[in-house]
């Protein structure tokens, strides 16, 4: 391969690749939550460049793992804002990134945050700690004010069909 050729490569590469990629560092505003299966939750990262120059062209991606091991987790599910574009960050500057999710499996769920380059510069991506997430279990017998619904209308059902059932009773005694 031809010198110009190769430098011409490499310079893409480069101006392709985050300028400050290994000075990038991720943390979130807490390392721990405790929820209930259904609720709703905001986390936040925080993306800080530590870097001489500004870190451009990256994507922060949102991951979310069972850390037990016993159940599917579809990321999907527990958040619908995965990957997030980022703006340039000044050399000593950060962006912070709201996470929405919802707690859809119950156990012991490790969420974190992935920054890597939007170019695909085989890079290692730097990720933040790990968010232990534990989403407790409901167990109700009244879910939504529906027992009352349940219960309420097969009763209903069966008193008129009881009434309808005396009527007739009723008046065929009257007829005979």
């Known amino acids: 391969m031809r010198p110009a050729r190769l430098a011409l490569i490499l310079g893409l590469l480069l101006a392709f690749a985050p ?81 929405p999710m919802n707690a859809v499996n119950s156990g012991t769920i490790g969420v974190y945050v992935a920054v890597l380059p939007r170019s695909g510069a085989p890079v290692p991506p730097t990720t933040g700690p790990t968010l232990r997430v534990r989403s407790q279990d409901r167990k109700t017998l009244n879910s939504a004010g529906i027992l009352p619904l349940a219960l309420g209308l097969p009763a209903l059902l069966g008193l008129v069909a009881l009434s309808v059932h005396f009527r007739r009773a009723r008046s065929e005694r009257r007829t005979s």
Request: net charge positive; charged share 15%.
């Open 19 to 99: 300028a400050a990629q290994t000075g990038l560092t991720v943390s979130n505003d807490r390392t721990a939550l405790a929820t209930k299966l259904g609720h709703k939750f905001v986390f936040h990262s925080t993306i800080h460049n530590n870097g001489t120059g500004p870190a451009g062209g990256l994507v922060a991606h949102l991951n979310v793992v069972d850390l037990s091991g016993h159940t599917y987790v579809d990321p999907e599910d527990w958040s619908s804002h995965r990957t997030r574009y980022l703006a340039p960050i000044r050399a000593g500057a950060s962006t912070t990134v709201s996470w």
